[in-house]
């Protein structure tokens, strides 16, 4: 190698070095620098997963305090409209109307519901929806199987805020 070297002009020898310089900085740049380039965009990657993640999770955060707060025109019986007409009104609507056998004044703001032959799931739906629209929560609810099969006679207090 030697030989070789030294039968080169001395400005061929400069030039060898530096090439050769040359190129052993660009494989060790490109061997530190690929590497952490890939893991900067894995990083950045995570990131934005991370800040999707939190947007999320702050959406779903105000949408159960939205939940959660009642807001005024969703609460209380409409004006001229009694307890015992909304709940007939409702019922109807929800297609249970014909399951009530009577609705009774229960004190100023409740009334007692009595059900024969409702299904378990459309009173459930009629009840949430009268709370989450109305505010008009159960304040006593007791249950008897029907003779109908999947059938129940409900007996129920609702009460308005």
């Given at each position: 190698?030697?030989?070789?070297?030294?039968?080169?002009?001395?400005?061929?020898?400069?030039?060898i070095t530096i090439a050769a310089f040359?190129?052993v900085m660009a494989g060790v740049f490109?061997?530190?620098?690929?590497?952490?380039?890939?893991?900067?965009?894995?990083?950045?990657?995570?990131?934005?997963?991370?800040?999707?993640?939190?947007?999320?999770?702050?959406?779903?955060?105000?949408?159960?305090?939205?939940l959660r707060t009642p807001t005024a025109?969703?609460?209380?019986?409409?004006?001229?409209?009694?307890?015992?007409?909304?709940?007939?009104?409702?019922?109807?609507?929800?297609?249970?109307?014909?399951?009530?056998?009577?609705?009774?004044?229960?004190?100023?703001?409740?009334?007692?519901?009595?059900?024969?032959?409702?299904?378990?799931?459309?009173?459930?739906?009629?009840?949430?929806?009268?709370?989450?629209?109305?505010?008009?929560?159960?304040?006593?609810?007791?249950?008897?199987?029907?003779?109908?099969?999947?059938?129940?006679?409900?007996?129920?207090?609702?009460?308005?805020?």
């Amino acid at each position: 190698m030697t030989t070789l070297r030294s039968s080169r002009s001395p400005r061929e020898r400069a030039a060898i070095t530096i090439a050769a310089f040359v190129l052993v900085m660009a494989g060790v740049f490109l061997s530190v620098t690929q590497p952490m380039e890939k893991q900067r965009e894995r990083t950045l990657a995570q990131i934005e997963s991370a800040r999707a993640t939190i947007d999320y999770v702050n959406l779903a955060g105000q949408r159960a305090a939205a939940l959660r707060t009642p807001t005024a025109e969703g609460l209380g019986i409409p004006t001229g409209e009694t307890l015992m007409a909304l709940l007939d009104r409702t019922a109807t609507a929800a297609g249970i109307a014909a399951t009530i056998k009577r609705i009774v004044p229960a004190g100023e703001h409740e009334a007692s519901v009595a059900f024969k032959d409702i299904g378990f799931d459309e009173l459930i739906l009629w009840l949430a929806l009268l709370e989450t629209d109305f505010g008009i929560t159960v304040t006593q609810l007791s249950a008897n199987p029907s003779s109908s099969s999947g059938r129940t006679d409900v007996s129920v207090v609702l009460g308005s805020k």
